[in-house]
């Protein structure tokens, strides 16, 4: 895996959005500028700052607990099963099944 190397800047804003600036989300900075030309180099290091911003590219990814994940497989795979057992049985009748066992194959699987 190739990591890259995302240009912080030594400060306190970047230092404090340094995980979403880099880590696992999406993130959205609006950056405010005044048009007072008492404020010139403030904003033109804001304008700066934003455009340094913009170049970070993060790939976002759901954290997931390898155990929640498997279960949450497993759910959608017995569901997946059952949903073809009974489309199985509305297709293919079994009499000597239904011989065998008090009920139909969809009270079986349903439970």
Known sequence: RRHCYIPYRDSVLTWL???SLGGNSKTIMVATIS???SSYS??????RYAAHARNIVNKPRVNEDASVKLIRELREEINRLKNMLLSFEMRNPSPSFSEYR???LSD????
């Open 35 to 37: 048009p007072s030309s």
């Open 17 to 19: 959005l340094k995980d």
């Open 42 to 47: 403030e904003t033109l290091s804001t304008l």
């Open 108 to 111: 079986i699987v349903l439970q």
């Open 102 to 104: 008090d009920g139909n």
